[in-house]
């Protein structure tokens, strides 16, 4: 199995991937991407694959810079800055906050994002059909998703009364995740306990509250921090068999109960294809930002056993993995 291994430089701000040597025959396409987490390999992999399927091969005509955060929001400024300065064809932004930081850092280099739940909304663009301005991209969230979240939560802890939500105040965009989630619950007769993450430190405290004002189960909200803290999160989760429903799918093979939502590989792998018209020369503000088509749901029922759950048969036929 093919994978790069990262080569952590400055203090973990910067990453670049391995080559094999130079074959330049002609342009050389520089591609920058930020990340407010940590990098994994497995959504990068893809894009790297489908830039080479449309024809822009790493080590021969195209070259990756790549910054990452590691979870520490005040660097993503900075970090924005860095690539600006390297004046990269495109620059691929991951999350709603790498995307604003960029947006200020730049009005001239195209800006492709991935993994942003309302790009209207959190003003990185006029409208998904005409963004205007430098940037484009791929959302991770449709209206219907937090209600789908409750849902399912809902089905598989039929009991509950209280349900607690896992944010971060200084993400934008988790700020619209928390107004649906909560609308939801409350028309299912729910109270809403939402307790914050803004660093990797405040997890432990959000995590505690949440136990302590007996949440039934935990909704975890889209975010760097929680991603980056998953294990953690999911490992508490056991401790208190508390139930836990993830954003990303690939969540509920690490040890998530229900994870649902938009794969990142293939939010890369259509980021992938708006580099590739950037770079051919169509202008960001003219190509239409991208909505998920698809959503997938990864049940764990290791998890469910450890938990002394039964997940509803309905949800089981409904999932496009299970993990036994």
Known sequence: MRRRDFLILAGGAAAAWPHL????????????????GFPTTRPVDAFVDEMRRLGYVEGQNLA?????????????????????????????ARS???????????????????????????????????????????????????????????????N????????????????????DIEKALTQR????????????????????QAAAGNADALIVASDTVASANRQKI???????????????PSQARDG???AYGVDDAESYRHAARLVARILEGKNPAELPAEEPDRFELV?????????????????LASADEVIE
């Open 299 to 315: 049940i764990n029922l290791r998890t469910a056993k450890a938990l002394g759950l039964t997940i509803p048969p309905s949800l």
């Open 160 to 179: 509950a009364s209280r349900m607690a939500v896992l944010w971060n105040p200084r993400n934008p965009a988790n700020t619209i995740i928390l107004r």
């Open 234 to 248: 999911i490992e508490f989760l056991a401790q208190k068999r508390m139930p836990g429903i993830f954003p990303v």
């Open 64 to 92: 990756i810079e790549l910054r990452a955060a590691e979870s520490m929001a005040e660097r993503v400024p900075m970090l924005a800055a860095q690539l600006v300065a390297l004046q990269p064809d495109v620059i691929i």
């Open 189 to 208: 007769g729910l109270a809403t306990i939402p307790v914050s993450a803004t660093s990797p430190d405040d997890l432990p405290a959000a995590l505690e």
């Open 256 to 258: 998530a109960l229900i």
């Open 21 to 36: 040597g130079w074959a330049q025959q002609g342009k050389v396409y520089k591609v920058g991407l930020l990340i407010g």
């Open 96 to 158: 709603t906050p790498t995307a604003l930081a960029l947006k200020h850092a730049t009005t001239s280099i195209p800006i492709v994002f991935v993994i942003v739940t309302d790009p209207v909304g959190t003003g990185l663009i006029r409208s998904l059909a005409h963004p205007g301005g430098n940037i484009t991209g791929v959302t991770d969230w449709a209206a219907e998703l937090g209600a789908k979240h409750v849902e399912m939560i809902t089905e598989t802890v039929p």
